[in-house]
């Protein structure tokens, strides 16, 4: 389950943020910050292990 | 709402003199031990305070309720005014096909869905790019495409390493802490979030693509994904006392060692750990008796147990909880004994698997224990043997029987707001024994069977309708038949578009063996063609100026590829994501999705990302119906209990549908169109 917090951000930058958002398809300011997180943390954080997340597929009906 | 509060602080009120009456009592008890020790005063002090905190939570409550019944109201304002229902219920039938539907309703064998068509509107829906539930269902919920949702297969790979993993939950384990959490993939936002800041609440049941569940007013009971204790998708367990067990890719087979007359064993659980057991003669010579963790069960061939609940140790002072069935398949020659995967225990679960996390201790404690599975019909058990099509019948109905029991409740305790249920008996039963329809198979009738209790379902949730209550049936795709597979990487590597290292070995699945400074597209899962493209894979060489023109090409080539063995097309279509898809989350999906024709799929080695010597194959498996194919051969099916005004209604238009019918407008991002007309 996500648990949320709050953190501080520049003002105009969400002002700026908030009018793009939508149009460009995010359903709010929030996921949009979020996505722009994710895309940074995955250059940074270290991979799965590839056997880790082949286990987790294991039994799924669709894969032999 | 005036009732409403006052009912809750007398509820607050009785249940704090309750709670001193039981402290008073074991109080005096006490006493009559003629021990008066410290313990005495605490249970005294321990009353006061109950009844202190009982009577200032009552009076809190009563005080207070004014003051949140005008704030309510005033938030509410805007919406109720133009409310058009006081209850909205999706009654979600995963796959049912509109071919039989529609078949099956003019032959008179479906008189409940006729009754609905006649007094509301039936047709087709217009389902995803690619038909497949996790995506459909995610649509359903949003209104979005999956551009804007990012969940466009079961499978998305990390494009740091290749390594294909499920798209809908990622695990994330801090560094150097065992402790992980987590996270849900899926995007943008459900409708019941929505109707929830306007103070509808909702009853969100096995909807595909909720685990992990998401905060929200209301309460959401988790699905697909949801794993077992192993943390796979559903591993079974097989033991038998045959020499030499076979190898088993879905579950796990293990050997009984034999005691006199006594069978021994041990089951696998989390984290490397076991629980003995032992079978033990019983008094008919094809039953057993089971005994585990001091419980005993009678196991009679072919007669599931029920639900066995298991502890398993989880470090110190902590035990996970985890539930299995056994079903004794054989004594003679050899006694053979399969175990479902072990699920999270609903009444105290290792992993949160509902919102409020009690919810599933709540369902629990009111019908027992049930499965809580993502895909709890264990398809590879049959797929493999481990049990026959009798046995994988009667699960399937055992577990349609448990969430029926959920969804009734869910209806006659929701007076206002949505209740949203689906049901996946349909999709499973359908994969399982879709050849074996229109034959001489003593199973041809099973999905008609399936389908007249489908309709019995759908009467039944009728006679819980009134007038202010809207109804909608629906299904997020259709099936048609699966009989050939398509390996698209070897059609690849045929064609210099994928290129093997040369040492790699085929049979080596998850994209292993690629040289990916060859490379210019790959695929695995059951939908998508990925380009490796410069600056987001991680080894990409598409540069971003030759991506069209390799689209194009390929495009090309597959459109209308042909089976030259059986002189058939096999791909009828291929769309290109970025006509398909528009949203945020583009570069996460696929670059083509080709559109496989009725009776082809990707093949079992293609979607876990294999590269075999042959690009067509047989379908040889029990799982032989399908719809990972052009999503304009498996529509679903729409039913509602009022008409609704559409050409071509698609799975994204219940989203803004049911907003619209709560009097809530729409969210701009929203894609799908209400199908209802606002007042």
């Not at chain 2, 551009?147 to 998305?156: E, G, R, S």
């Not at chain 2, 080596?508 to 990916?516: H, M, P, T, V």
């Not at chain 2, 029990?622 to 209604?649: E, K, M, Q, T, Y």
Request: proline share 6%.
């Amino acid at each position: 389950m996500s648990e949320k917090t709050t953190v501080k951000l520049n003002k105009a930058l969400c002002e700026r943020a908030r009018n793009v958002v939508q149009a460009v398809g995010y359903s709010s300011l929030e996921e949009f910050i979020e996505h722009a997180m994710e895309r940074d943390l995955s250059r940074l954080e270290t991979a799965d292990s590839k056997e880790d997340l082949i286990r987790r597929m294991k039994g799924l009906g669709y894969l032999s | 709402m005036t009732r409403r509060w006052a009912r809750e602080a007398l509820c607050v009120a009785v249940f704090g003199l309750i709670l001193w009456m039981a402290n008073s009592f074991s109080t005096h008890s006490a006493h009559s031990l003629a021990y008066v020790g410290p313990g005495a005063g605490f249970a005294f002090l321990g009353s006061f305070l109950t009844l202190v905190f009982s009577v200032v939570a009552s009076l809190a409550s009563f005080l207070i309720w004014p003051f949140r019944w005008a704030w309510v109201t005033v938030r509410r304002r805007g919406t109720t005014g133009k409310a058009q229902v006081e209850r909205a219920i999706f009654l979600g039938l995963d796959g049912l096909d509109p071919g039989l539907t529609e078949r099956w309703m003019a032959e008179g064998k479906l008189p409940n869905l006729v009754r609905l068509r006649e007094q509301g509107c039936y047709s087709r829906l217009r389902t995803t790019t690619p038909p497949l539930s996790p995506v459909a269902w995610s649509t359903f919920a949003t209104g979005v495409n999956p551009a804007k949702h990012n969940i466009f297969d079961f499978l998305n790979r990390d494009l740091r390493t290749y390594a294909p993993a499920l798209s809908s939950a990622k695990v994330h384990r801090a560094s150097g802490s065992a402790k992980a959490s987590v996270e849900l993939r899926q995007k943008s936002e459900p409708f019941w979030k929505i109707l929830g800041r306007n103070f509808i609440g909702s009853t969100i049941l096995r909807v595909p693509i909720t685990f992990p569940p998401e905060p929200f007013p209301g309460r959401l009971l988790s699905a697909m994904a949801t794993p077992d204790l192993l943390g796979t998708q559903g591993s079974f367990s097989f033991f038998t006392t045959e020499p030499r067990p076979p190898v088993s890719e879905g579950g796990t087979r293990l050997p009984f060692t034999v005691h006199g007359e006594e069978l021994r064993a041990q089951l696998p659980g989390p984290e490397g750990t076991f629980i003995p057991f032992c079978l033990k003669p019983a008094s008919v010579s094809d039953e057993r008796k089971l005994e585990i963790q001091g419980q005993s069960f009678l196991l009679r061939t072919g007669e599931y147990t029920p639900w066995v609940r298991l502890r398993f140790p989880g470090g110190r002072f902590r035990k996970i909880w985890g539930v299995a069935r056994f079903l004794l398949t054989g004594t003679h020659p050899n006694a053979q004994l399969y175990v479902t995967p072990i699920e999270i225990d609903p009444a105290n679960p290792a992993l949160p698997i509902s919102h409020p996390r009690y919810y599933s201790a709540y369902l629990a404690k009111l019908f027992g224990t049930f499965a809580t599975l993502g895909m709890a019909e264990d398809t590879w058990a049959l797929n493999e043997g481990a049990i026959d099509r009798q046995a994988f019948l009667q699960q399937a109905k055992l577990i349609q029987a448990e969430r029926e029991l959920m969804f009734f409740n869910a209806l006659k305790t929701t007076r206002r707001g949505v209740v949203a249920c689906v049901f996946d008996t349909t999709d499973r039963v359908q994969h399982m024994f879709y050849s074996c329809m229109d034959s001489d198979s003593p199973h041809a009738m099973v999905i008609e069977d399936l389908y007249r209790d489908m309709d019995r379902l759908v009467g039944q949730t009728m006679e819980q309708m009134d007038d202010s209550t809207a109804l909608f049936v629906l299904s997020d795709h259709g099936f048609c038949s699966f009989r050939r597979g398509v390996n698209l990487n070897s059609w690849l590597e045929r064609n210099g578009y994928l290129v093997r290292k040369p040492d790699a070995n085929r049979e080596s699945a998850y994209l292993d063996g690629i040289d990916w400074s060859q490379t210019r597209a790959y695929t695995f899962g059951l939908s998508g063609l990925y380009l490796n493209r410069q600056g987001r894979e991680a080894k990409g060489i598409v540069a971003a100026d030759q991506v069209a023109g390799l689209k194009a090409e390929l495009i090309a080539k597959l459109t209308n590829l042909m089976d030259e063995e059986l002189q058939q097309v096999a791909i009828q279509t291929v769309y290109d994501s970025e006509v398909v898809y528009k949203g945020p989350y583009l570069d996460a999906g696929p670059d083509l999705i080709p559109g496989y024709a009725a009776g082809y799929r990707a093949s079992w080695s293609a979607a876990v990302g294999a590269v075999t010597s042959h690009v067509f194959e047989e379908n040889t498996k029990c799982w032989s119906g399908d719809h990972c194919v052009d999503p304009i051969l498996v529509p679903g099916v729409l039913f509602a209990n009022r008409p609704f005004h559409a050409d071509d209604p698609g799975i994204e238009d219940l989203a803004p549908t049911v907003l619209q019918l709560f009097g809530i407008a729409p969210p701009a991002w929203m894609e799908g169109k209400p199908l209802i007309p606002a007042v």
